[in-house]
């Protein structure tokens, strides 16, 4: 049962476009929700997060929104640079302080 | 800045040996973490620990085995290898605060 799921694999957006990654989630315990960027052959690094008693937090071109109705949230990068071509995973903590992860999903920015 | 250190980053075992991938962090972290991520998944938690001497199981244990008997060291272990473990581990740590930080992967071969 995958409590946090990213339906789309891969996303392919042009240079200098809005890219907007999504995620969504089943487990309403969820109370923190966090991103990370993996390259090629490295670890995953952490991106931006953002608590349940929020609904928007940002950080330069990278602003994170989350509908706890929806139980969704969504990673958004304006403007899109090659540079962030990487896999994206969405992660959320549960009651027993353990990072759920999403199945990730491969953005490619073209120039 | 170390950060995080995995040793092996490239190993390939024939079925049934046994190895160790190592994992120290220099954060002085209580919380370390073993995952893997097999080729479009997301990162499964293997098992975990809250601080030395104190394991725990985490979603996909069976075939492994860690021990944590200082902060800064959480080994993983594998007996027996079977192909079903080919796959990318990563180890991570967690101080005070959300952030889980990881290391850079070992690659494992199980032929």
């Known amino acids: 049962d995958q409590q946090v799921k990213q339906n789309s694999p891969s996303l392919s957006v042009q240079e200098g476009r809005i890219s907007i990654l999504n995620c969504d989630y089943t487990n309403s315990m969820f109370d923190y929700f966090l991103w990370y960027k993996k390259y090629p052959a490295e670890g995953p690094t952490f991106l931006i997060s953002i608590s349940s008693i929020k609904d928007k937090n940002e950080d330069g071109r990278f602003t994170v929104f989350l509908n706890k109705s929806a139980k969704h949230l969504s990673l958004h990068i304006v403007p899109s640079q090659p540079g962030d071509s990487a896999v994206y995973f969405c992660?959320?903590?549960?009651?027993?302080?353990?990072?759920?992860f999403g199945g990730g999903t491969r953005l490619m920015v073209k120039p | 800045n170390a950060g995080v250190t995995q040793t092996p980053k490239f190993r390939i075992l024939k079925i049934g040996q046994s190895m160790t991938l190592q994992c120290a962090q220099d954060m002085n972290h209580n919380y370390m973490y073993w995952y893997r991520q097999d080729p479009g998944m997301g990162l499964k938690l293997i098992y975990y620990s809250v601080g030395a001497g104190i394991t725990d199981k985490g979603e996909v244990p069976n075939g492994y085995n860690v021990s944590r008997s200082t902060t800064e060291d959480f080994p993983l272990r594998l007996e027996l290898a079977a192909p079903s473990q080919t796959s990318v581990y990563f180890c991570a740590s967690q101080g005070i605060g959300n952030t889980i930080y990881f290391g850079e992967g070992s690659w494992l071969t199980v032929v």
């Open positions: 992660a959320a903590y549960n009651a027993g302080n353990m990072l759920t």
